[in-house]
């Protein structure tokens, strides 16, 4: 085997990326190759200190660490463009050739990992800030460049200390509102694990939930970026006010809507809960998340009925009288659990 496809299988199989027969290759040559399996460990090595860079902004080292993936991707393409059906001499190289050449590799990507800006061994080590809402609880913040940042229930909110850096980078799991402070010489970038959502000076929601198959980002006025850094093709798409993307993470594609009610859709930052006609498994989620309780239905028609109600800093035994009202239904509540049962709907 040549040295490409050494590198592209063990680069593979370390981001979880390898089909059976890949890894299967690639124990076979393990066992069978000290040279291959000292280079398999040095590799690793560098790999698995992503997340014990010293100096360097994590957010840049994950987005240099895709980089390095597509690169290897390219080579294995255009390996296989390459590849001829006329039978042609096989040439071998000897692995003391191939791991050279891969310690080369192996060098260059350990720098361009572990030091993507800095190299001063003196580099103060950024604080990195995280703000995280329980269910049930909902928060304000002021960010360090001024920016103000509504973060809902059962959401993460992390950045570095002062925004240093030429980028003010966020992560977000949740949902947050976001009113940003103009400053075109340092872009605000919310990343939301596929998508990043780059912009100068907006007001706009974003949606990210862990358990949710999509991730949405609303902008109520001025403009924004929405991008998949890890995507090899350039998948920029801009957003203008009352436009919504919706990325869907099982087909790793977006689309543009037009057309939303902001009140509607921020409400939740005011302490207003909406259930817009919706199925009672829905509600008792978005009741578990908003009272940082445990919702349980009796049985499965209970599911199919369905509520529309606002409520507006109430407290749950209001919520419980609406939805006994609404759907003849009998609610309890015991502990931390909501018992919900009645008839149901069919």
């Known amino acids: ?48 200190k992503k997340g014990k860079a010293p100096h360097s902004d994590r957010y840049q080292l994950e987005s240099n660490k895709q980089e390095l993936l597509r690169n290897i991707h390219r080579l294995e393409q255009e390996k296989t463009k390459r590849q001829s059906p006329v039978n042609k001499p096989t040439v071998r190289f000897p692995w003391t050739q191939v791991a050279a050449t891969a310690g080369i590799l192996l060098m260059a990507a350990a720098i361009y990992l572990w030091n993507p800006i ?36 059962h ?23 976001f009113e940003v402070v103009k400053n075109p010489e340092k ?33 109520v006025e ?36 037009q057309g939303f009610d902001p009140s509607v859709l921020t409400a939740w930052k005011e302490n207003v809960l909406i259930l817009d006609n919706e199925p009672m498994d829905v509600v008792a989620q978005k009741l578990e998340n908003w009272y940082g309780i445990s919702v349980q239905l009796s049985h499965a028609g209970i599911a199919r009925c369905r509520l529309k109600a606002r409520f507006e800093n109430e407290a749950l035994p209001s919520v419980m009288q609406v939805l006994e009202y609404a759907n003849n239904l009998s609610c309890a509540y015991h502990g931390d659990t909501l018992f919900i049962s009645g008839k149901g709907c069919y």
Do not use: C
């Open 155 to 177: 959401s993460k909110l992390r950045f570095q200390e002062g925004f240093n850096g030429s980028v003010r980078a966020l992560q977000l799991e949740g949902e947050a509102y």
């Open 118 to 153: 800095e190299t001063s061994q003196e580099a103060a080590i950024p604080n990195w800030i995280l703000l995280e809402n329980p269910k049930g609880k909902r928060s304000v913040h002021r960010l360090p460049d001024g920016s103000k940042v509504y973060l809902n229930t």
């Open 1 to 48: 085997m040549d040295h490409e496809h050494v590198w592209v299988l063990i680069t593979k199989y370390l981001s979880k990326e390898a089909t059976e027969p890949e890894i299967d290759e690639l124990k076979k040559l393990l066992e069978s190759n000290r040279e291959a399996e000292q280079l398999f460990q040095q590799v690793s090595a560098v790999w698995n």
């Open 222 to 257: 001025g403009k924004v970026e929405v991008s998949n850094p890890q995507s090899a093709k350039d998948t920029a798409v801009y957003l203008a006010p009352l436009e919504q993307y919706t990325f869907v993470k099982s087909a790793a594609s977006g689309a543009i809507s």
């Open 187 to 219: 872009p605000f970038v919310v990343h939301t694990g596929e998508v990043a959502t780059k912009v100068l000076g907006t007001s706009f929601n974003v949606r990210a939930f862990a358990h949710e198959e999509a991730l949405q980002i609303s902008l």
